[in-house]
């Protein structure tokens, strides 16, 4: 295919109603890809069972054109992009669940809590109740989440854990 024909194509591919697209923007700041993004995480979880040990981590999706909801992130090898929280099985690396970090939206209706403790109850939604291990990071780590998960879903975590944080007992600390 001529570049001239793809950048034609790709000028003309859309996946929403260019007509709603800026009353959506003001509530929505993913409105241009939901539905896509949407039904491609839907697919994922019904396409592939996780394993018995999942990992929850954030990503980031290199991207350096124009979105307000880009992240800079010093510490990664492509320091620009896109970050995605994503839930993966440990064996395969199949991502079965996925939100992408949009920053603070609108009030409602597409408010969604940005806590690591949500976060991570909502993208364990699907595993629920099934004693599987979930494997995270010390940014998602709390004694807290830890207690919720096994005492609510029946799940298990691993993880380490800062100093700073205020669960930590002082003979832990040193």
């Known amino acids: 295919m001529l570049l001239q024909r793809f950048r034609f194509l790709l000028r003309c591919l859309r996946f929403d109603s260019i007509v709603t697209l800026q009353e959506r923007l003001q509530i929505d700041k993913l409105a241009p890809i939901r539905f896509v993004f949407e039904t491609f995480v839907q697919k994922c979880k019904e396409c592939f069972s996780t394993g018995e040990y ?13 979105c307000s909801f880009r992240q800079y992130l010093p ?8 970050k995605i929280f994503a839930m993966v099985d440990a064996r395969n ?6 939100e992408v970090y949009v920053g603070k939206q609108p009030e409602r209706p597409m408010f969604v809590n940005t806590s690591t403790n949500a976060l991570v109850k909502r993208l364990i939604e699907s595993i629920t109740g099934t004693n599987r291990n979930v494997t995270i990071d010390n940014w998602f780590t709390s004694v807290s989440l830890a207690r919720e998960l096994l005492k ?4 298990t ?13 002082d003979q832990l600390k040193t």
């Open 93 to 98: 690396f199949y991502t079965s669940n996925m």
């Open 152 to 155: 609510d879903h029946k799940l």
């Open 157 to 169: 975590i691993a993880g380490t854990i800062r100093k700073n944080k205020p669960e930590m007992p």
């Open 54 to 66: 999942v990992i929850i981590d954030e990503m980031l999706e290199s991207f350096r054109g124009r």
């Open 75 to 82: 510490n990664k090898p492509d320091k620009y992009g896109i």
